[in-house]
T-cell receptor
Framework: ETGVTQSPTHLIKTRGQQVTLRCSSQ?????VSWYQQALGQGPQFIFQ???????GRGNFPPRFSGLQFPNYSSELNVNALELDDSALYLC?????????????FGEGSRLTVL | TQLLEQSPQFLSIQEGENLTVYCNSS?????LQWYRQEPGEGPVLLVT?????EVKKLKRLTFQFGDARKDSSLHITAAQPGDTGLYLC?????????????FGKGTLLTVNP
């Protein structure tokens, strides 16, 4: 158990809808990163937040946005859902900004877009 | 763009057999991490290798980092059904984007009793 929890674990949406996924990081971890893992693929970096500010972003469109709160919780929001957004969304908390340090992943939220 | 290629993509073996999976890149990585991901779970870090030529052992698992820091391997001795899972290698991007990990697609290992 990594101490990182995500909700919901599974959800189904239709194309065009909006979704909010939630993550609770380990206490004391000021850095949270979000990854998208499509079926049969490795995780792909979406963005990272540090002390409530976006610190870096991967190759994802602006309809993917995030928030981080002072209580070690965070959100991933996706607007105008597309079929290709169907994936497992993972959040990972860490002490360091540098990804060479250990990331603690949650169990993920599996999103299906119909 | 730094890419990591893992092979084989799928591996199904019998309990007690030995196996090796590979992680290769044309780019140099400052370090490489190996994760195991079980169905319905997030990846869990197994080991980080940092120095070229480094070998690390974790019970029956042996991890090696290539001398040029472009490749890594994971060797499992006497595999057990509990070793079943997706094995992912990952490395931090270089330069100003070292906040993100690049992952390979993984090797899906099934160990049959």
């Amino acid at each position: 158990e990594t101490g990182v929890t995500q909700s919901p674990t599974h959800l189904i949406k239709t194309r065009g809808q909006q979704v909010t996924l939630r993550c609770s990081s380990q206490s004391g971890h000021n850095t949270v990163s979000w990854y998208q893992q499509a079926l049969g693929q490795g995780p792909q970096f979406i963005f990272q937040y540090y002390r409530e500010e976006e610190n870096g972003r991967g190759n994802f469109p602006p309809r993917f946005s995030g928030l981080q709160f002072p209580n070690y919780s965070s959100e991933l929001n996706v607007n105008a859902l597309e079929l290709d957004d169907s994936a497992l969304y993972l959040c990972a908390s860490s002490l360091a900004l540098d990804a060479s340090g250990e990331l603690f992943f949650g169990e993920g939220s599996r999103l299906t877009v119909l | 763009t730094q890419l990591l290629e893992q092979s084989p993509q799928f591996l199904s073996i019998q309990e007690g057999e030995n196996l090796t999976v590979y992680c290769n890149s044309s780019s140099v990585f400052s370090s490489l991490q190996w994760y195991r991901q079980e169905p319905g779970e997030g990846p869990v870090l197994l080991v980080t290798v940092v120095t070229g030529g480094e070998v690390k052992k974790l019970k029956r698992l042996t991890f090696q980092f290539g001398d040029a820091r472009k490749d890594s391997s994971l060797h499992i001795t006497a595999a057990q059904p509990g070793d079943t899972g997706l094995y992912l290698c990952a490395g931090p991007n270089s330069g100003g984007s070292n906040y993100k990990l690049t992952f390979g697609k993984g090797t899906l290992l099934t160990v049959n009793p």
